[in-house]
Every structure is written in structure tokens, then in C-alpha cells.
């Protein structure tokens, strides 16, 4: 990478996608009654239908659902014109360049920021480099 004067857009993306991966791994399962459900479980009964559940319909969002990798069967996945992982990470790294648009900071936080920056820039680092103001 240059010593971080290069940039992969791609593999960026591709580091966001696992971390969110990891980060909902590392968040554990939770198994508290109201999650187990047990309840329900004696209610609907083997072969019974869940979907319909207000229990079901209520947490059904909690699941992580990756945003690049593709996760449908092969079969599925070559119907929908079988790209490759490098050529869904570019469509999706220029997607994000083009229509990004962040939040400015509050003020309070740029200033802030200002301020450290200055106090530092006075102490001797980042000599002769002032293109952060």
C-alpha cells in the first residue's frame, strides 16, 4: 500500500464488510426468555408456521445481511449475471464515492479539532506542513 500513500477503494469496502461481519459475531447470541421464545415454540408446535408470528415479524430485522458478498446459491448467483467479488467491491466502493454525501461536524468538534492540531503544530510536530488549515 505504499506506506499509506495508496488506497484499494475495494478492499476498503470488502474491510467494512468483514468487520460488520465480525462485529455482529462478536455481539453473541442472545438467549434471555423473551428471545428463546419457548412459549411460542410450545404454541406453534412441530410443523407449525413462525413467519406469522408477531414474535418472528418483531425481530426478524436483527440479522446481519452482507452488503457485497453475495450469499445465494450458484445457481442463483450466475442467473444474476455471475460477478466477480473484486467487480461487486468496485461497482460498490464508486457507488459510495459518487453518493456519499457525510454529515459536516458541529462546529464545536471541528474547533476542537483546530485547536489540538494548532497545540501540536506549535510543539515541533507536523513542521512546515500547515495544508490541514
Do not use: C
Amino acid at each position: 500500500m505504499d506506506s499509506g500513500l495508496t488506497a484499494s477503494w475495494e478492499l476498503i469496502v470488502l474491510g467494512d464488510e468483514i468487520i460488520g461481519h465480525l462485529k455482529r459475531i462478536m455481539g453473541g447470541i442472545n438467549l434471555d426468555d423473551e428471545l428463546l421464545a419457548l412459549e411460542l415454540i410450545e404454541k406453534v408446535g412441530p410443523g407449525g408456521n413462525f413467519l406469522t408470528e408477531d414474535h418472528t415479524l418483531e425481530r426478524y430485522r436483527d440479522l446481519w445481511y452482507p452488503k457485497v458478498i453475495d450469499r445465494a446459491e450458484y445457481s442463483v448467483w450466475l442467473g444474476k449475471g455471475a460477478k466477480a467479488l473484486r467487480e461487486v467491491l468496485r461497482e460498490r466502493a464508486l457507488w459510495i464515492l459518487e453518493n456519499h454525501r457525510p454529515e459536516p461536524l458541529p462546529e464545536h468538534v471541528e474547533a476542537r479539532i483546530v485547536t489540538i492540531l494548532t497545540r501540536a503544530t506549535e510543539a515541533g510536530g507536523n513542521q512546515g506542513d500547515r495544508s490541514w488549515h
